[in-house]
T-cell receptor, first 114, second 114 residues
Framework: AQSVTQLGSHVSVSEGALVLLRCNYS??????LFWYVQYPNQGLQLLLK??????LVKGINGFEAEFKKSETSFHLTKPSAHMSDAAEYFC????????????FGKGTRLSVIA | DADVTQTPRNRITKTGKRIMLECSQT?????MYWYRQDPGLGLRLIYY???????NKGEISDGYSVSRQAQAKFSLSLESAIPNQTALYFC?????????????FGQGTRLTVV
């Protein structure tokens, strides 16, 4: 079975500060990992994903994440927070066979303080 | 037009009523999913379908049923709605390509059971 743990249900940063959202996964097979963002009153939008290859993955809006197999982690970072980054962020995992649905973490709400 | 369309977008219904949430997609994907979002609980899988003849229960299927009318259509029914089914419901699609492609989400249906 696969699972995702997102540490911190709410993270607050100052505008211009580093954003770090934590995600740890559990999977018995090599995983595919995803980060989604949900802006208020909207659906989920893909930020970035790791499937194979380079472990540092760059996404939209200046976000990136690094897959660390030894730590079973896929933390999301952005060097400088912007007010528009305020949203809810979800980490998700699926198997590399494609036969399992995405399993989501409980989400982290990011607040950005001016 | 959106690739994944959910109707209705908002619905208020009474306890005990039957309600259907509909999802249609133009992405040509075989795999479709229904998730439920509750504050602090993230997205939880209700049902999923790998093709028209393949329906599978997710982690929280009790009280729900689904119908895959065509490749493009996947509906979710609440046979007798109860207040704790008040939530935001998302439909998603994904191609059968081995899992490296992300899921694509609709805009969500906000359901309130009174």
């Amino acid at each position: 079975a696969q699972s995702v743990t997102q540490l911190g249900s709410h993270v607050s940063v100052s505008e211009g500060a580093l954003v770090l959202l934590r995600c740890n996964y559990s999977s018995s097979v090599p995983p595919y990992l995803f980060w989604y963002v949900q802006y208020p009153n909207q659906g989920l939008q893909l930020l970035l994903k790791y499937t194979t290859g380079a472990t540092l993955v760059k996404g939209i809006n200046g976000f990136e994440a690094e897959f660390k197999k030894s730590e079973t982690s896929f933390h999301l970072t952005k060097p400088s927070a912007h007010m528009s980054d305020a949203a809810e962020y979800f980490c998700a995992v699926s198997s590399n066979s494609g036969n399992t649905p995405l399993v989501f973490g409980k989400g982290t709400r990011l607040s950005v303080i001016a | 037009d959106a690739d994944v369309t959910q109707t209705p977008r908002n619905r208020i219904t009474k306890t005990g009523k039957r309600i259907m949430l509909e999802c249609s997609q133009t992405k040509g994907h075989d795999r479709m999913y229904w998730y439920r979002q509750d504050p602090g609980l993230g997205l939880r899988l209700i049902y999923y379908s790998f093709d028209v003849k393949d329906i599978n229960k997710g982690e929280i299927s009790d009280g729900y049923s689904v119908s895959r009318q065509a490749q493009a259509k996947f509906s979710l029914s609440l046979e007798s709605a109860i207040p704790n089914q008040t939530a935001l419901y998302f439909c998603a699609t994904r191609p059968a390509d081995g899992g490296s492609t992300e899921a694509f989400f609709g805009q969500g249906t906000r359901l309130t059971v009174v």
